[in-house]
């Protein structure tokens, strides 16, 4: 999983993509957004695998936001961690 920061040029509305982002999109890609959050994908992809991508980013920026909220992050990360092994 790659985060990473990017900034917008206010006047310009140009930004830096860095290689590995590229080498990911290539050079034409498709933008779908609402009031919060911008999803990038290839031109051309399937469907299917960007939908599948999708539940991959969800899981992380919900184990994101839940380690965000506990008292004690390390603590809820191996919990989670004894759900994933014990099912």
């Known amino acids: 999983m790659t985060e990473i920061e ?4 206010p006047k310009e ?3 830096y993509i860095p290689k590995h982002i590229y080498g990911i999109l290539g050079k ?8 919060v959050a911008v999803l990038l994908y290839p031109e051309g992809a ?3 695998r960007v939908m599948e991508s999708l539940k991959v980013i969800e899981q992380h920026l919900t184990l994101v936001r839940k380690l965000r909220q506990a008292p ?10 004894r759900l ?3 099912g």
């Open 6 to 9: 990017i900034s917008i040029h």
């Open 13 to 15: 509305r140009m930004a």
């Open 28 to 35: 034409r890609v498709r933008a779908v957004g609402d009031a």
């Open 46 to 48: 399937n469907l299917d």
């Open 72 to 81: 004690h992050p390390i603590e809820s990360l191996q919990q989670d961690r």
């Open 84 to 86: 994933i092994e014990h």
